[in-house]
């Protein structure tokens, strides 16, 4: 399997990645910036014993092709650590000490968790298997039409998969679109440890654009995290304070790492469909610089094309789900993405950071400019 670099979706290579920068550039600033990875222990945090172990770190989002595992797929509920921005660059590194993750059968464990695509009409099986993990979860999945019992939520459907135990939950991809998919016990707490990620419903004769890329924006209030990690903090679900925000789980700049973030890579004269979704608790306006782009679908729902206005930002409210499609005819360079509450592109009290990310056009990758953009993201070739 050819190893992409970019946003997860269908970017480039790496092989195509490394011509275009003429690697020495890359090389020759990387070693600038100074980055950690910091030791993290887990701490048992009920009752007085205090019990540490290694925790694995969670990898970037694949993209699971269903169609490609007999339509099925074993989702596992891991703990795992979460580096949001290992690097000291932007007021790093910014850590999750421990995060729900999600591992698509052998695979590495991510937050967002892997992107699942399957085509219209096809039926399919998740199965949800906790046996890792010390406390209930549930599957549920926004936008199909499903059996009642496959809803995933806990209260309604009677199906709580308790630890230790597996549950398969099936389902038929009738609704075409961008769908989003979380845990839905104690729903605010555990999509705030990690368990969310996106289902894409291929439609039926479905042609993919030159590059197609999916992003999931969330914001984060890192005392939770940092509470399940055994840090004497408090955390209040009903005053949340929000101090971290991250592009597919990064916050910039390694959201501009090619291979662990989330750059949106492009050739000029290329169609690119940006598949935006929210699984945060606030809405986030995204905006993207010297570019026009359309709005194609919503929640799965194709927009006619009388209705798909140029514009340069759309607000993405909690679970909404936009498709954009935009033409890279742009003088080439690296021009940014990012929420435009301008508060939410920050780390902590420092700008810039948070919830941004950049288009960036293949020409613009040989030039000493992408190379300092590198340094700062941490990247050596």
């Avoid at 099986?125 to 809803?151: F, I, Q």
Wanted: proline fraction near 7%; include cysteine.
């Amino acid at each position: 399997m050819t190893t992409k670099v970019g946003a997860p979706g269908d970017g480039i290579s790496r092989r195509e990645f490394l011509a275009a920068t003429g690697t020495a550039g890359v090389l020759g600033t990387a070693g600038c910036l100074t980055s950690s990875t910091p030791t993290v222990t887990r701490v048992e945090t009920t009752g007085n014993r205090s019990l540490t172990s290694d925790l694995p770190a969670t990898g970037r989002p694949e993209v699971v092709e269903l169609g490609e595992r007999d339509n099925h797929v074993t989702l596992r509920a891991v703990n795992a650590v979460h580096h949001v921005h290992p690097g000291e660059t932007m007021n790093g590194p910014i850590t999750l000490p421990v995060v729900w993750a999600w591992q698509a059968d052998d695979g590495t464990p991510s937050v967002p968790g892997p992107i699942l695509r399957v085509r219209e009409g096809e039926t399919f099986t998740v199965t949800l298997d906790n046996s890792a993990m010390d406390m209930p979860h549930t599957l549920h999945v926004h936008g199909l039409r499903k059996t009642w019992e496959n809803d995933g939520v806990p209260t309604t459907t009677g199906v709580t998969v308790e630890p230790g135990q597996k549950h398969t939950y099936e389902f038929t991809a009738n609704v075409a679109g961008t769908h989003l998919y979380h845990c839905h016990y104690q729903t605010p707490r555990h999509m705030d440890m990690g368990m969310y990620g996106i289902l894409r419903v291929e439609p039926e004769g479905y042609e993919r654009a030159d590059k197609e890329y999916y992003m999931t924006v969330k914001e984060w209030d890192t005392r939770l995290s940092r509470q399940y990690g055994g840090e004497d903090v408090a955390y209040d679900i009903t005053a949340r304070q929000m101090d971290t925000f991250t592009v597919n789980g990064k916050s910039a700049p390694a959201t501009f790492h090619p291979e662990t973030g989330s750059p949106v890579i492009v050739d000029p004269g290329d169609t690119v469909r940006i598949h935006w979704v929210n699984a945060g608790f606030h809405s986030h306006p995204m905006h993207l610089h010297n570019h026009r782009f359309k709005i194609v679908e919503k929640d799965g729902s194709p927009i006619p094309e009388a209705m798909q206005l140029l514009q340069d930002v759309v607000n993405v409210a909690p679970a909404e789900r936009y498709t954009v499609e935009f033409e890279a005819d742009a003088d080439p360079g690296i021009y940014l993405m990012h929420c435009h509450k301008v508060d939410h592109v920050r780390n902590g009290s420092s700008y810039p950071g948070g919830m941004l990310s950049a288009v960036v056009y293949t020409p613009a990758m040989d030039t000493d400019l992408f190379a300092q953009v590198m340094a700062y993201a941490g990247y050596e070739a």
